[in-house]
């Protein structure tokens, strides 16, 4: 009877221990949707972002629209010379597509259709130096890309989530998992990233948000540089991708 009580009591155990660890992972899967007029995230002008043209910028997307420029991560503002954003939708580049854009003119773009509105897709874009050595990845897979001669430059305007170009060009459906390197990342690293997420203490990772709070007005930054975002508008989701 002792034996098949403490056999019992241990098969008990460990189902509330698995249920304990499976609530945490369900309560922890969220992401930020935004309605494509006011909401962005900032996310300061620290000094963390002064990555030069060597870098790695990774996003979980799912557009639900793709009809105009939406910023997804830009470094842009005013006018600014040598800044940048990262971007999606349709306009002169064609429709559908992903681009690094700078001051009045495209760095990088694919073609059109390369991502579709109401499917969540992993993005990223990497440039190793000046020069023409950029690469965008949709899904871990390298596209075919245009580009044009720029030089990106290190300045103090905001970095912002969700908004583009003179606080216009905002962002209409989800994000989640956004990280900057200040390091180029393999299309292997890359293609990792999209089944298991960054911790947040991996090396030249300078800025990590997980999207994982759920509730409140700040996303928190998962790497040692705590830089915070502030949520501006932008209203939590528990629609999240599954690799």
Not at 58 to 68: D, H, Y
């Amino acid at each position: 009877i002792i034996a098949v009580f403490r056999k019992g009591a241990m098969k008990r155990i460990i189902f509330v221990f698995l249920f304990i660890i499976n609530l945490g992972f369900t309560q922890a899967n969220y992401s930020l949707s935004f309605d494509g007029v006011d909401d962005y995230v900032n996310v300061g002008n620290d000094s963390d972002f002064d990555i030069d043209n060597t870098m790695t910028i990774e996003a979980w997307i799912k557009p639900t629209s793709l009809s105009n420029r939406h910023g997804i991560f830009t470094t842009r503002r005013d006018n600014d010379p040598g800044s940048f954003q990262l971007e999606v939708g349709t306009s002169d580049l064609g429709s559908n597509y992903v681009a690094v854009s700078g001051i009045s003119s495209w760095v990088a773009g694919t073609g059109n259709n390369a991502i579709s509105t109401g499917e969540w897709t992993h993005i990223a874009y990497t440039r190793n130096g000046t020069g023409d050595n950029h690469a965008i990845y949709v899904n871990g897979i390298a596209q075919t890309i245009s580009t044009n001669s720029y030089t990106f430059v290190n300045n103090d305007a905001l970095k912002e989530i969700g908004r583009g170009t003179s606080q216009g060009q905002h962002y209409n459906g989800q994000i989640d998992g956004l990280s900057i390197w200040d390091v180029v990342l393999t299309q292997e690293q890359i293609q990792s990233h999209i089944s298991t997420p960054p911790t947040g203490n991996e090396s030249g990772l300078v800025g990590y948000w997980d999207f994982n709070e759920g509730t409140g007005t700040t996303l928190a930054d998962q790497t040692s540089n705590g830089n915070d975002g502030t949520i501006y508008g932008a209203t939590w989701s528990t629609d999240v991708p599954t690799a």
